[in-house]
């Protein structure tokens, strides 16, 4: 198994928006941008791509994030997003790294692969510890997370805070 993982860029082609397509709006937590046309996804594309440039909040609120898309054997199968910065917001919900496996791909451990990827990328940008932050009924997201050396360092009501250190 090849795996390769590639961080967005704005000449990303058919096959993202073809998955993009298959992920609900709102699943678990995790947005999924609602692109309905090639145009809407080169522009999304564009603006994610600058947002992974940005230091400091971007438009006085949205953190520096930076997507990647996990490929195995060539074909994408997930993706990921890494927040440069928590605020207060994203330390209640949200975290540091957010990802999903298309849906017809889930149950084969690429979600595994896809947060074990995303962890050494924090590690590159010198995030020391990145949060999930994990609805309780995800059973499968947790034991991901739990899987790569992640602890449950608090829960609330409907989450899980799970924090993996990176370095």
């Not at 890494?82 to 919900?93: E, G, N, S």
Request: proline share 4%; charged share 25%.
């Amino acid at each position: 198994m090849k795996i390769h993982l590639k961080k967005l860029c704005p000449s990303d082609g058919d096959d993202i928006y073809e998955m993009l397509q298959e992920f609900p709006e709102n699943e678990n937590g995790f947005i999924t941008p609602a692109l309905t046309s090639i145009d809407a996804y080169k522009s999304w594309l564009a603006d994610n791509a600058a947002s992974g440039n940005q230091t400091g909040l971007v438009d006085g609120w949205r953190v520096p994030q930076t997507i990647y898309w996990l490929f195995i054997d060539g074909k994408p199968v997930g993706y990921g997003k890494i927040r440069h910065i928590l605020t207060d917001k994203l330390l209640a919900d949200g975290g540091t790294i957010g990802y999903s496996i298309r849906p017809g791909q889930r149950n084969k451990g690429f979600g595994k692969i896809l947060l074990s990827e995303l962890i050494k990328e924090c590690s590159d940008m010198g995030i020391e510890k990145a949060l999930l932050t994990i609805h309780k009924n995800n059973t499968a997201s947790i034991k991901t997370a739990l899987d790569n050396h992640g602890v449950i360092e608090k829960s609330s009501d409907t989450l899980h805070y799970i924090w993996i250190r990176c370095c």
